[in-house]
């Protein structure tokens, strides 16, 4: 597979269930992120993370909780949700690195996963 | 104030005409990254184009074109030849400030503007 993938597509789950979201990038990039697109809202970032260490976290509430076991593997761990979470989450990655006068740094998304939280 | 402003909600092009994507941006560093990215309805946000402040050339990938304007602080997307399968959510972002090894990843998004092509 090449670029960005994201496991499930679609989920839908009550508000008591645990579930996680996978993304896995095959672009041998060294940075990932988590962004939750809510409908008539920009996109928010959730998290970030550099050479597998956690560098931003945007005040996101403790009910999703990110996982980043290798540079290739990112999870968003998801419990007690709310109905106001459902939203598409996308997953993106980028080779963060500077190149002479200026720096190239495109960040590449995943499809997202389009949650339901009931 | 908005750092990134798509003023133009929804756009309707005919296919094989060019069209211009509005992208305001705010800051006051002097290094940042413009992107632009394309949402078609099943989600994935597709990279375009990239414009850094520092480029001298207006950037171009095929069809897409950036119209770079650094002293009004737009960077506009325009896309030659319009195709069907160009209809989608279009979407600017902005990248601030010089890459430390660790602390500028953040990308602030616009509110997108959905192009229509009309056949």
């Known amino acids: 597979e090449t670029g960005v993938t994201q496991t499930p597509r679609h989920l839908v789950m009550g508000m008591t269930n645990k579930k996680s979201l996978k993304c896995e990038q095959h672009?041998?990039?060294?940075?990932m992120y988590w962004y939750k697109q809510s409908a008539k809202k920009p996109l928010e970032l959730m998290f970030v993370?550099?050479?597998?260490?956690?560098?931003e976290n945007n005040s996101v509430p403790s009910r999703f909780s990110p996982e980043c076991p290798n540079s290739s593997h990112l999870f968003l761990h998801l419990h007690t949700l709310q109905p106001e979470d459902s939203a598409l989450y996308l997953c993106?990655?980028?080779?963060?690195?500077?190149?002479?006068?200026?720096?190239?740094?495109?960040?590449?998304f995943g499809p997202g996963t389009r949650l339901l939280v009931l | 104030a908005q750092k990134i402003t798509q003023t133009q909600p929804g756009m309707f092009v005919q296919e094989k005409e060019a069209v211009t994507l509005d992208c305001t941006y705010d800051t006051s560093d002097p290094s940042y990254g413009l992107f632009w990215y394309k949402q078609p309805s099943s989600g994935e946000m597709i990279f375009l184009i990239y414009q850094g402040s520092y480029d001298q050339q207006n950037a171009t990938e095929g069809r897409y074109s950036l119209n770079f304007q650094k002293a009004r602080k737009s960077a506009n997307l325009v896309i030659s030849a319009s195709q069907l399968g160009d209809s989608a959510m279009y979407f600017c972002a902005m990248r601030e400030g010089e890459w430390s090894g660790g602390s500028n990843y953040k990308l602030t998004f616009g509110k997108g503007t959905l192009l229509t092509v009309n056949p």
């Open positions: 993106a990655s980028s080779q963060d690195m500077v190149s002479g006068a200026g720096f190239q740094e495109t960040q590449y």
């Open positions: 672009l041998g990039h060294n940075a």
């Open positions: 993370y550099s050479l597998e260490e956690r560098v």
